[in-house]
């Protein structure tokens, strides 16, 4: 009798621990609008140095104290120049890069080698509302967007630490999702990924399928990398004087009279002759600090992160490992490769994958302004960071200040459709996805300014049940014309 009691005590127990457990695994919301993640790029939350500790301060991004390195600078250009020793002005460089980046750094095998760390919010949105309720543009104003259309329990913001792996920082990414699913009691969720986060995205796609993912919209997206960034790997370091002036035209100080006196006046100083001669100079300067100083700037700050080396397009890739890659451990070097081979090279497939999966997709490539101006790749389209043939998927693309030419044929025939753009900018026919992708003219990187009619656009494709393309909305064909003052987006005609 005794044993009998005990066993059914022991299962009452075992029953007792069952119920809430299946009870929170069945938790379900039936308020019919899915989850929605933000899956943040570089730049959107600060890295702390010392987090935890009397000493934590935000490490990046940078505060940087201009007059004392632009002091610093001078000082050395004065020394060189004095001395004839090139290397004072490059160790000077090196000095300060590493001050600003340094401990932002990767050891051997691309783990972060300081007490560098990044800032990450398990929780919903409806807990961090500092973080969204003011937000001007980019990431959290989206955010706000996504907490207006399904609620702030129902917004997530997920933010990885770039620097190290994507293929590693998926599994972070999975556990995510998952959570999110049986906080909120939904089968799948919504994906908005800017940037880098698109990049970590179509990692994370390939890594463990599209299953739990109901629509990804990728927003000024690296998910096909960044030219940029394997030039200069590369070792391809050039200043161009008309593209340096153009990339700087990027900047708006958000007053209309101004903007529009600066920007005639760098119209003006791309051009200007009397300008031929010190970018010249700067480039001989910048030739021979490359090997001196600007390889070791990389070396010990961008090339020793694995996020970094996901950026790098296939093209560039041997001539940058070769350069780049040299301190670097035998996994660190498996890890790089694998990525070019498996994710870096297949990224339409994967995409493609996750679209039979039943995954809706959708791309939002902004173009009109330049792009970082330090490889001779700079005279493209961009977004004042990325080159828009990138955060497209493939379009081809007319030269900044320039069009594809008058005569100009779409290069894809994709069933009758029309991928030109009125302006003679843009032939999306070459583009991964030319029916999903969004052109948007005259915003900068991520740039989703408060209240514009982006976040009508990024709505609407939201709280699509099918698929939407290009066709379907005649408010939002494929091109269209931002006007950042009157927050308006205007079909391109
Ligand atoms: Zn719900
Ligand atoms: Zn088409």
């Known amino acids: 009798m005794k044993k009998l009691l005990s066993v059914l005590l022991a299962l009452c127990l075992t029953v007792s621990c069952i119920i809430p457990a299946s009870a929170q695994e069945e938790k379900s919301c039936d308020c019919g609008s899915l989850p929605i993640i933000m899956v943040c790029g570089v730049g959107a939350l600060p890295f702390y140095i010392d987090a935890g500790t009397e000493n934590e301060a935000v490490y990046f991004p940078p505060e940087v104290n ?22 004072i002005l490059s160790d000077k460089v090196v000095e ?3 001050d600003i980046l340094g401990k932002l750094g990767c050891d051997e095998n691309g783990l972060p080698a300081y007490n560098v760390t990044h800032t990450s919010y398990e929780k919903s949105m409806a807990h961090h509302k500092e973080l969204y309720e003011n937000a001007e543009s980019a990431e959290f ?7 207006e259309l399904v609620g702030a329990d129902h917004v997530y913001c997920y933010n990885c630490d770039w620097r190290v792996d994507p293929v590693d920082n998926s599994k972070k990414m999975h556990a995510f999702i998952e959570r999110v699913l049986s906080e909120t009691g939904h089968e799948k969720v919504k994906l908005v990924a800017c940037s880098m986060g698109g990049l970590q995205t179509l990692t994370y796609f390939n890594e463990y399928t599209s299953d739990l993912v109901d629509t990804a919209v990728f927003l000024s997206s690296a998910h096909n990398g960044l030219l ?16 340096f002036f153009s990339w700087l035209k990027t900047f708006k100080t ?32 910048g030739r021979a600090l490359n090997e001196q100083a600007v390889e070791r700037v990389l070396k010990n700050t961008l090339a020793t992160m694995p996020g970094m080396w996901s950026f790098v397009c296939s093209d560039t890739y041997p001539a940058a490992k070769q350069l780049m890659m040299t301190e670097q451990s035998e996994q660190f070097e498996a890890d790089a490769d694998y990525f070019q081979q498996n994710i870096r090279a297949k990224s339409k497939e994967i995409l493609e994958s996750a679209e039979e999966n039943g995954t809706k997709l959708a791309f939002v490539s902004h173009y009109d302004k330049g792009v970082v101006p330090v490889t001779s790749d700079a005279c493209v389209h961009g977004d004042g960071l990325i080159e828009t043939v990138c955060t497209s998927g493939g379009a081809t693309v007319a030269d900044y200040g320039k069009t594809l030419g008058e005569g100009y044929k779409q290069a894809k025939e994709c069933s009758d459709h029309n991928h030109l753009s009125a302006d003679g900018v843009i032939d999306a026919s070459t583009c991964d996805f030319p029916d999903y992708t969004w052109f948007v003219r005259g915003v900068g990187h991520v740039g989703f300014n408060k209240d514009s009619d982006q976040h009508e656009l990024l709505r609407w494709l939201l709280t699509s049940d099918s698929q939407q393309t290009v066709f379907d909305n005649e408010r939002y064909p494929q091109f269209l014309q931002a006007d950042i003052n009157e927050m308006t987006l205007t079909p391109i005609q």
């Not at 201009?66 to 290397?87: N, P, Q, Y």
């Open 66 to 87: 201009i007059g004392k390195v632009v002091f610093e600078a001078l000082g050395a250009i004065f020394l060189s120049t004095f001395l004839w020793d090139l290397s």
């Open 96 to 98: 300060i890069a590493h």
């Open 141 to 147: 104003a989206i955010v706000r967007t996504a907490a």
């Open 228 to 243: 940029f960034v394997g030039n200069l790997f590369a070792g391809d370091f050039v200043l161009d004087q008309y593209d």
């Open 254 to 285: 958000g007053k209309e009279s101004t903007d529009k006196f600066l920007g005639k006046l760098l119209d003006r100083l791309a051009v200007t002759k009397l300008l031929v001669i010190p970018f010249r100079l700067l480039n001989r300067l």
